[in-house]
């Protein structure tokens, strides 16, 4: 079994594998720890890590406990409750995870990380668990014509070499290896985000918090930009990932540097932009396009796609994580099962964890979509006692079984009626992004 890719999706991956039995090599490009930028997780990361094991390194490393999050808005406004209640004030939301029990949660938080330090322990801990781990080696290509097994082309040192498995685990990431190779990428038609961020240290997150305790929250601070947003996450006691999403036509109409553009966007925001200009930066600005995508494809005769190199969501709920490690939770169940009935890998064999991952995005896809649409709506449902619960569900990344979560399909109504009465009281309120009918089927 090859698995391409040692980030959080792969070593999960090649973790379930080798726990199985199976015999397992996983190849990494780069030489761990990099850097990467940082990132906070939902609690349905949380079983995942105790399957594999990987949880008591986790918690032994330190990092910053999540115990919830925050969105805060760019401005004062009174809006119409329009039944719903609490929503007559600032638009602001906070929740915290220890208001809803989560199966196969044993604790009321998560974690933010530092991403260099959390993929070398997912790495290691594959290799613990019995995958055989080649670091510094490159896939430059996957050979899926015949049918009784798959060749890699790999790059170790200077020289190419070739590599047979049994069938393919593709977790490169945003580089999509199977996807490039097979032309299966589709470009999202709604969120053509992109980000600028850094690290700094030293940022007062209680100036920026509604109550003291929810200093260590992930916070997403709404800029009074359309669709544009600041993201704030603690790495360290000290050290705090801050970036700026917007859409991407708006730094090519800037015209200046990554830099230059960060800082133009946090003026928007005088009281957020004080507390940024109080802090020293410790990183280089980064920029990160392509955000959203599909694939046409995300499995076939002897290969799965998973992780970014199934799909990638805009990262406002910090999905990635939980999409990287579940999808590859799913996919091995498949994977283990067909191993076991000894009749080959092909397609067929993975029509459960095609299904279950398609249906669990599409979730985040639309929850997404709707937040950007309407924020007031998202606000009314996280404040209104009726629907705080099942929203959390949603923010917890509890989508991977069952049924659709009930807050969405009505906030898929209120939304639907808001946009077809032009007199509607949120009218107004309407974000631009908006899905549309034939959205990507992933």
């Not at 918690?59 to 609490?86: C, E, I, Q």
């Not at 199977?178 to 053509?192: E, W």
């Not at 606000?379 to 619960?389: G, H, N, Q, W």
């Not at 009626?417 to 009281?425: C, I, K, L, R």
Request: hydrophobic share 40%; with cysteine.
């Amino acid at each position: 079994m090859a698995v391409i890719g040692g980030g959080p999706a792969g070593s999960t991956a090649a973790a379930y594998l080798a726990m199985a039995g199976l015999d397992v090599a996983l190849f990494e490009s780069e030489i761990f720890p990099r850097p990467h930028v940082g990132e906070s997780f939902v609690p349905a990361t949380t079983p995942v890590l105790l399957e594999t094991g990987a949880m008591e390194e986790v918690d032994a490393a330190g990092f910053p406990k999540k115990y919830g999050a925050a969105w805060t808005a760019a401005y004062d406004l009174r809006v119409p409750s329009n039944g719903f209640a609490g929503i007559s004030h600032r638009l602001t939301a906070e929740v915290q995870f220890v208001e809803r029990d989560q199966p196969g949660v044993d604790r009321d938080y998560t974690f933010h990380v530092d991403r260099g330090k959390f993929d070398l322990i997912l790495l290691k801990n594959a290799e613990a668990k019995g995958a055989h781990v080649f670091s510094g080696v490159r896939v430059l290509k996957v050979d899926l014509d015949d049918p009784e097994q798959v060749t890699l082309t790999c790059r170790m040192g200077g020289k190419e070499v070739g590599f047979t498995a049994g069938m393919v685990v593709d977790a490169s990431g945003r580089g999509t290896l199977i996807g490039r190779q097979r032309k299966l990428k589709i470009s999202d038609p709604v969120f053509d985000q992109y980000a600028v961020h850094t690290w700094v240290e030293g940022l007062d997150r209680e100036k920026l918090a509604t109550q003291p305790e929810e200093a260590d929250y992930i916070f997403v601070h709404w800029l009074p930009v359309r669709d544009s947003w600041i993201w704030q996450i603690p790495i360290t006691e000290t050290i705090t990932s801050v970036g700026v999403v917007t859409q991407k036509r708006r730094i090519r109409e800037f015209g200046g540097g990554s830099e230059e553009f960060f800082w133009h966007m946090a003026e928007s925001r005088p009281e957020l932009l004080e507390v940024l200009k109080g802090a020293r930066r410790v990183r280089p600005f980064k920029t990160e396009g392509d955000y959203s995508y599909a694939m046409e494809q995300i499995c076939g005769d002897r290969f799965v796609l998973i992780g970014d190199a199934a799909r990638f969501v805009d990262p406002i709920f910090s999905s990635g994580v939980s999409v990287a490690l579940n999808s590859a939770r799913l996919a091995c169940k498949d994977i283990i099962a067909a191993h076991r009935a000894g009749e080959g890998y092909g397609k067929e064999r993975f029509a459960a964890y095609e299904a279950k991952l398609r249906r669990a995005v599409s979730y985040w896809y639309e929850f997404i979509t709707i937040f950007y649409r309407l924020n007031v709506l998202f606000t009314a449902f996280v404040k209104d006692p009726r629907y705080r619960i099942d929203v959390l569900r949603m923010l917890q990344g509890d989508v991977y079984d069952g049924e659709e979560p009930r807050a969405l399909t009505l906030m898929r109504e209120v939304l639907k009626s808001v946009e077809n009465d032009p007199s509607h009281v949120w009218h107004p309120f309407l974000g631009s992004l908006r899905a549309p009918t034939a959205m990507p089927q992933f």
